[in-house]
C-alpha cells in the first residue's frame, strides 16, 4: 500500500490482543489504533509491538510498529533506529535481514503457522552445499529447507514470534472490526482501490444486481486481478449483465492475454453472452487446450447458426495450421459439418 | 521363447476385393519378453487398454520381443496404434521402431497427436513363426498399445479399432470371462486401505479376493509412487503396522525397504487370494447390488469372473462403484452446499459456486549425485512446460490440475504433462556446474492421485464434522490430521509454474469418521474404502491420507465380516448389528 500512508490524520485505540512472553510465560498486551485520513475514513490497523524473541531473555526486546490493511492483511512495519533487531549472538539485523523478515510476513501461508517454535531446531543440522540423494534422505521432507528459506538466518526466534503476533488473534479481531465499520462507503472504496484484496472483498459483497453499475471498474478488476479472481468475476457476473454485447466483447477479447483456468471458464460461458462471443472466440482457436476446443466445438454444435463466415473462415485456417497440436479435432469438425 | 498365445487370426471379406485376408492384432503389453519397456494399465478406461511404454528417463530402454505364429505366409501391412504424447513443433520424444524377424520397418512411430494407428511399414512373412521387436530410439516414454497386421492395405481408423467390440472380436472374446471364482469378499484396490480391508476380513474368518493392478502392493505408499504415508493408526495400529512404511521421504528410495514386508505379510494369509496385475473392467449389478465383478490380466489379457455377496472398492477413483451405478460426486461442492466456507481463504478453499477444480495428481522423482558428470539433453518437448523452472527433485509440490482437465478421464494427459515438468526442470538445473554430477535416479511413471471420484454413502462427511468435533456413535476411523487442501500456485502468480501445489491448513483436535461414509447409499453390498469415501471435497482434505484409508480398510473387512455372519447388508450393521460391530473393533487395539 502507499498512498494510504500519506494523509493519515487520525489515530484511535480499538481493541487489544495478547500474545505470550517467552521468557516468563505470561500474557503481553498489544494496543491496536485505526488509522483515519483527513476526512475521517478509516485506512490503516497500527500496533507499536514490545515484546521478547527468545525463550531465556537474554536477547534484547524487540520494538516493531506493525501496519495491517483494512482486513487485516500485514502490509509493512517500522523499526526506530534505536531499536534495531537482533539475531543470534546479539548480531543486529542487516538490510538483508529486514527484507526477508518482511517478505516472511508477507506470507499468511507460512510453514511457521503449523509449527511450534521447538519443530524448527533441527538437532544434527545438514549443510545444503552438501545435498544429495543421501542427505535429502536425511531431512524431513521439504520442510526444514523450506522453514529455512522462510527465516533470517540466526534470527529464528525473532521470526517466529514476530510472524505469530502479526499474523495470530490481532487478525481476527480485526476482522470482526471491520464488520462492525463496514458501509456502503467503505466498500465503494474497497472496490475502486488498486489492492487486489480490497477488490475482491468488495466484488464479494456485492450484489448481482449492482453489477452493471460498477461494470467498467469489475473488467478493469478483471484484467489485472490473479487466476483466483479472474475466475471469482466469471463465475459470478450475471448473465444478463454479460450478455451485453459491448461487455461481451470487452471479456471475450482478453482470451489470449489471460490465464487458461479463465480460458475454460470463458468458453463455460458461451452459452450466457452475446453470439458475438463465439465469432471472437474463433480468433484464438490455436490458444485453446484439446478439451477447451472441444468444449468450443461442443457449443458451435449446440446450434448451427452460431458458425459465421468470419467463424467458418478461422477454423477452416486453423484446421490447416499444423503447427497447432489439435489441428485435427478442428479437421474432424469441419468434415462433420 | 514362448510363442504368444493371444493371437487370434481372423479372415476377413475385404469389402474392396472380395478377396481373403487375414489380420493379426497383437497387445504390446502382452509381449512375452518385455525388456527395458514397462506395463502402463492406468488409463485403460480411456483409451482402451493397458499399454508398453519405454520409461528410460533418457536413456533408451532394451527391446521388447514376442513371437508370434502366423498361420498364412505373405505381405502384411503392419500398424501400430501409438501417440505422440508432446506434440508440438518440435521432434517427438517418444519414437520407436517395430522389427520383423530381424529386418527394421521403415517407418519410425509416435508421431501422430492422440492415439491413433500409425503405419510402420510392410513386410513379407516367410515362415510361421514371426520374432517382433519394439525398439525404443529417446528414452523418453515411447508408448505402443497394439500391433496389428493386415494384408489389406485398408489403415485401420481410430474410430473403429479404439471400440472394445473390435478388440473383443479380434482377440476372440466372449461376453462373459470364462473363468470364475467366488469368495465372501472381493475387495478391488491394493493400496493401503485395499490391504487393511483384505488383513482385517481374513482374520475375522472371510475368504477374499484382493485385485490390484500393479506388480506390488501400496500404491501411493508403493515403491512404484513413493508417497510417504501419514496420518494414525487409530484402533488399527497392529494391522496397519503390517503395511505402512517408516517415513521416508517423498519419492526417496527408501519406500523400497517396506515394500517387500508388506507384499510378504499380506501374501502369508492363506485365505487371502492375491491377483496381482489384475485391473478390474467392470461391475455387474442387478436390483443395486454387485453380482460380479471382472477383471483382466494387465500382460496376458486372461479373464476371471469374480464372484461374492459384497465388494470392497478402494480402486480410488471409485471404478467399482461407478460401473455399478452407485451415487457419486466429483469437484469442489459450492461453499453453500455443506457450509464449507472459509472467509480466510475464500475460493481457493471453497468456491462460492462449485467447480471441477479438484487437488491435483503427483508424480514424484529422485536424483542420484555421482562421481562422474552426467549429460542430459536438452528438450524443447519439456521446455514449453517447465520454462526457466529448475530443480533437482520433486516433492509433494509437485501437483498438477488444471480446470479443464478431469483426474481420472485426462490422467494420462496430467501424468504426461508432470513427465515434461519433471525432465524440463532437471535439464534446466543441470546447465548449472553445479548440478554435473546429477543423474536422474528414479521418476514414476504413475500417476499419485489426491482426489477423483467419491461414491455417496448414507452420510457425507464434511468440513464440520471437523470443525465441529463431530462424536459419531458409529465412528470407526480417527484422525488428528490438520486437514489441508491444495491449490495450483500460480492461480495466485502467473509467474509461477502451473505444476507446483500450495497447502492450506486447518489444523484441529482429533476428529472422526463414521461407518456410514464408508458404504454406499444405493448400493446394497457395497463398500467403501480410501480416497473414494463418502465426503465433501473439503471433507477429503484430512482424511485423504493412507494411514486414515488404511483405518476404512480395517473397519470395513470387520463390518463385512459382521454382514456374512448375519447375512445382513452394509447398511445393517449399523442399523442392527453397531454395537457388536464396535466391540470388535475396540478389540483391534
Known amino acids: 500500500?502507499?498512498?494510504?500512508?500519506?494523509?493519515?490524520?487520525?489515530?484511535?485505540?480499538?481493541?487489544?490482543?495478547?500474545?505470550?512472553?517467552?521468557?516468563?510465560?505470561?500474557?503481553?498486551?498489544?494496543?491496536?489504533?485505526?488509522?483515519?485520513?483527513?476526512?475521517?475514513?478509516?485506512?490503516?490497523?497500527?500496533?507499536?509491538?514490545?515484546?521478547?524473541?527468545?525463550?531465556?531473555?537474554?536477547?534484547?526486546?524487540?520494538?516493531?510498529?506493525?501496519?495491517?490493511?483494512?482486513?487485516?492483511?500485514?502490509?509493512?512495519?517500522?523499526?526506530?533506529?534505536?531499536?534495531?533487531?537482533?539475531?543470534f549472538e546479539h548480531e543486529q539485523f542487516g538490510k538483508e535481514d529486514y527484507i526477508k523478515l518482511h517478505q516472511l510476513l508477507l506470507d499468511d501461508n507460512s510453514i511457521l503457522k503449523r509449527r511450534k517454535v521447538s519443530d524448527l531446531i533441527d538437532e544434527a543440522p545438514v549443510a545444503t552445499s552438501t545435498i544429495d540423494s543421501e542427505v535429502i534422505d536425511g531431512?524431513?521432507?521439504?520442510?526444514?529447507?523450506?522453514?529455512?528459506?522462510?527465516?533470517?538466518?540466526?534470527?529464528?526466534?525473532?521470526?517466529?514470534?514476530?510472524?505469530?503476533?502479526?499474523?495470530g488473534e490481532a487478525q481476527e479481531k480485526m476482522e470482526k472490526y471491520l464488520t462492525s465499520i463496514s458501509s456502503d462507503t467503505l466498500m465503494?472504496?474497497?472496490?475502486?482501490?488498486?489492492?487486489?484484496?480490497?477488490?475482491?472483498?468488495?466484488?464479494?459483497?456485492?450484489?448481482?444486481?449492482?453489477?452493471?453499475?460498477?461494470?467498467?471498474?469489475?473488467?478493469?478488476?478483471?484484467?489485472?486481478?490473479?487466476?483466483?479472481?479472474?475466475?471469482?468475476?466469471?463465475?459470478?457476473?450475471?448473465s444478463d449483465i454479460l450478455s451485453e454485447k459491448e461487455i461481451t466483447s470487452q471479456f471475450y477479447n482478453e482470451f489470449s492475454l489471460i490465464d487458461v483456468n479463465s480460458r475454460t471458464l470463458l468458453i463455460n460461458r458461451l452459452k450466457s453472452a452475446h453470439p458475438d462471443a463465439i465469432e471472437i472466440l474463433s480468433n484464438y482457436l490455436d490458444r485453446m487446450t484439446r478439451n477447451q476446443l472441444k468444449l468450443y466445438l461442443k457449443c458451435l454444435n449446440s446450434d448451427p447458426n452460431f458458425i459465421s463466415k468470419n467463424c467458418l473462415s478461422n477454423l477452416k485456417k486453423a484446421s490447416k495450421n499444423t503447427g497447432f497440436t489439435y489441428h485435427y479435432l478442428l479437421r474432424e469438425f469441419l468434415n462433420k459439418i | 521363447m514362448k510363442t504368444l498365445k493371444l493371437i487370434l487370426f481372423i479372415c476377413i471379406t475385404s469389402f474392396y476385393t472380395n478377396s481373403v485376408a487375414q489380420d493379426v492384432l497383437i497387445e504390446a503389453e502382452?509381449?512375452?519378453?518385455?525388456?527395458?519397456?514397462?506395463?502402463?494399465?492406468?488409463?485403460?478406461?480411456?483409451?482402451?487398454?493397458?499399454?508398453?511404454?519405454?520409461?528410460?528417463?533418457?536413456?533408451?530402454?532394451?527391446?521388447?520381443?514376442?513371437?508370434?505364429?502366423f498361420k498364412e505366409k505373405g505381405k502384411y501391412h503392419v500398424w501400430a496404434r501409438t501417440k505422440n504424447w508432446a506434440p508440438g513443433n518440435w521432434d517427438a520424444p517418444g519414437q520407436f521402431k517395430i522389427s520383423v524377424n530381424g529386418k527394421v520397418l521403415k517407418n519410425t512411430l509416435g508421431l501422430t497427436s492422440g492415439w491413433t494407428w500409425e503405419y510402420a511399414g510392410k513386410v513379407n512373412i516367410e515362415s510361421n513363426e514371426v520374432e517382433i521387436q519394439l525398439s525404443d530410439l529417446t528414452g523418453f516414454n515411447g508408448r505402443c498399445d497394439a500391433i496389428y497386421?493386415?494384408?489389406?492395405?485398408?489403415?485401420?481408423?481410430?474410430?473403429?479399432?479404439?471400440?472394445?467390440?473390435?478388440?473383443?472380436?479380434?482377440?476372440?472374446?466372449?461376453?462373459?470371462?470364462?473363468?470364475?471364482?467366488?469368495?465372501?469378499?472381493?475387495?478391488?484396490?491394493?493400496?493401503?486401505?485395499?490391504?487393511?480391508?483384505?488383513?482385517?476380513?481374513?482374520?475375522?474368518?472371510?475368504?477374499?479376493?484382493?485385485?490390484?493392478?500393479?506388480?506390488?502392493?501400496?500404491?501411493?505408499?508403493?515403491d512404484e509412487i513413493r508417497v510417504h504415508t501419514l496420518g494414525i493408526y487409530g484402533k488399527f495400529e497392529r494391522i496397519l503396522k503390517m503395511i505402512d512404511t517408516e517415513h521416508y521421504p517423498n519419492g526417496s528410495y527408501k519406500a523400497k525397504y517396506d515394500q517387500e514386508r508388506r507384499d510378504k505379510n499380506v501374501k502369508s494369509y492363506k485365505n487371502i487370494d492375491l491377483f496381482l496385475d489384475w485391473r478390474a473392467y467392470d461391475a455387474i449389478s442387478e436390483n443395486n447390488a454387485i453380482k460380479y465383478v471382472d477383471a483382466r490380466n494387465t500382460a496376458t489379457g486372461e479373464r476371471i469372473r469374480f464372484k461374492a455377496p459384497r465388494?470392497?472398492?478402494?480402486?480410488?477413483?471409485?471404478?467399482?462403484?461407478?460401473?455399478?451405478?452407485?451415487?457419486?460426486?466429483?469437484?469442489?461442492?459450492?461453499?453453500?452446499?455443506?457450509?464449507?466456507?472459509?472467509?480466510?481463504?475464500?475460493?481457493?478453499?471453497?468456491?462460492?459456486?462449485?467447480?471441477?477444480?479438484?487437488?491435483?495428481?503427483s508424480v514424484l522423482w529422485q536424483n542420484e549425485k555421482t562421481n562422474e558428470v552426467h549429460d542430459f539433453p536438452e528438450l524443447p518437448w519439456a521446455a514449453d512446460v517447465a520454462k526457466e523452472h529448475k530443480a533437482i527433485a520433486g516433492e509433494w509440490q509437485w501437483e498438477f490440475s488444471r480446470n479443464d482437465l478431469h483426474q481420472i478421464d485426462d490422467a494420462e494427459e496430467i501424468r504426461d504433462h508432470m513427465l515434461r515438468a519433471i525432465y524440463g526442470s532437471f535439464a534446466n538445473a543441470k546447465k548449472l556446474d553445479e548440478n554435473k554430477?546429477?543423474?536422474?535416479?528414479?521418476?514414476?511413471?504413475?500417476?499419485?492421485?489426491?482426489?477423483?471420484?467419491?461414491?455417496?454413502?448414507?452420510?457425507?462427511?464434511?468440513?464440520?464434522?471437523?470443525?465441529?468435533?463431530?462424536?459419531?456413535?458409529?465412528?470407526?476411523?480417527?484422525?488428528k490430521r490438520a486437514v489441508d487442501v491444495h491449490y495450483q500456485i500460480n492461480l495466485k502468480d502467473s509467474e509461477e509454474p502451473d505444476f507446483l501445489s500450495e497447502a492450506l491448513f486447518y489444523k484441529g483436535p482429533k476428529y472422526y469418521i463414521p461407518y456410514r461414509s464408508l458404504y454406499s447409499k444405493n448400493i446394497s453390498n457395497l463398500f467403501m474404502a480410501g480416497r473414494n469415501f463418502s465426503c465433501s471435497h473439503i471433507g477429503l482434505g484430512g482424511p485423504r491420507v493412507m494411514l486414515t484409508t488404511g483405518q476404512m480398510g480395517a473397519a470395513v473387512g470387520i463390518a463385512a465380516a459382521i454382514c456374512e455372519k448375519y447375512n445382513v447388508t452394509p447398511r445393517e450393521v449399523y442399523t442392527k448389528h453397531l454395537q457388536e460391530y464396535l466391540e470388535v473393533i475396540e478389540k483391534q487395539q
Open chain 1, 188 to 238: 465503494h472504496y474497497f472496490l475502486y482501490a488498486p489492492y487486489n484484496d480490497y477488490q475482491m472483498f468488495a466484488l464479494r459483497e456485492l450484489p448481482k444486481e449492482d453489477f452493471k453499475e460498477h461494470a467498467t471498474q469489475i473488467l478493469n478488476i478483471f484484467r489485472t486481478a490473479d487466476g483466483v479472481g479472474k475466475a471469482y468475476i466469471l463465475k459470478k457476473i450475471p
Open chain 2, 149 to 222: 497386421f493386415s494384408q489389406s492395405k485398408k489403415m485401420p481408423t481410430e474410430a473403429e479399432t479404439n471400440l472394445a467390440s473390435w478388440r473383443k472380436a479380434k482377440l476372440g472374446e466372449t461376453t462373459i470371462p470364462e473363468q470364475q471364482k467366488s469368495y465372501d469378499l472381493v475387495i478391488v484396490g491394493g493400496g493401503l486401505a485395499g490391504c487393511a480391508a483384505a488383513i482385517s476380513a481374513a482374520e475375522q474368518g472371510l475368504n477374499v479376493a484382493l485385485i490390484h493392478d500393479r506388480p506390488v502392493l501400496g500404491g501411493n505408499a508403493s
Open chain 2, 311 to 361: 465388494f470392497v472398492d478402494s480402486t480410488g477413483d471409485g471404478w467399482i462403484g461407478f460401473w455399478a451405478g452407485a451415487e457419486f460426486s466429483y469437484g469442489r461442492e459450492s461453499s453453500k452446499t455443506y457450509g464449507e466456507a472459509w472467509d480466510k481463504w475464500g475460493e481457493l478453499w471453497s468456491p462460492e459456486e462449485g467447480d471441477d477444480f479438484v487437488m491435483g495428481a
Open chain 1, 139 to 167: 531431512i524431513s521432507g521439504a520442510t526444514k529447507t523450506e522453514i529455512a528459506e522462510s527465516l533470517v538466518k540466526g534470527g529464528l526466534y525473532s521470526c517466529y514470534t514476530i510472524w505469530h503476533l502479526v499474523h
Open chain 1, 1 to 87: 500500500m502507499t498512498n494510504e500512508w500519506k494523509d493519515i490524520s487520525k489515530d484511535e485505540f480499538i481493541f487489544e490482543f495478547e500474545s505470550l512472553d517467552t521468557v516468563y510465560h505470561t500474557q503481553i498486551s498489544h494496543q491496536v489504533r485505526l488509522l483515519s485520513n483527513s476526512a475521517g475514513a478509516p485506512r490503516l490497523f497500527f500496533s507499536e509491538i514490545e515484546t521478547p524473541v527468545c525463550a531465556d531473555g537474554v536477547c534484547q526486546l524487540a520494538h516493531i510498529n506493525v501496519y495491517w490493511d483494512l482486513l487485516g492483511n500485514y502490509v509493512g512495519y517500522g523499526i526506530s533506529p534505536e531499536f534495531q533487531l537482533t539475531k
Open chain 2, 437 to 479: 554430477n546429477y543423474k536422474l535416479e528414479w521418476v514414476s511413471y504413475l500417476v499419485g492421485k489426491r482426489e477423483s471420484r467419491r461414491l455417496i454413502g448414507d452420510y457425507i462427511y464434511t468440513f464440520n464434522d471437523v470443525k465441529n468435533l463431530t462424536k459419531f456413535e458409529d465412528a470407526v476411523v480417527e484422525e
Open chain 2, 30 to 69: 502382452s509381449f512375452v519378453d518385455k525388456g527395458g519397456w514397462v506395463v502402463d494399465p492406468q488409463f485403460v478406461e480411456q483409451m482402451g487398454s493397458p499399454y508398453l511404454m519405454a520409461h528410460g528417463m533418457g536413456v533408451p530402454v532394451e527391446n521388447a520381443i514376442t513371437n508370434v505364429n
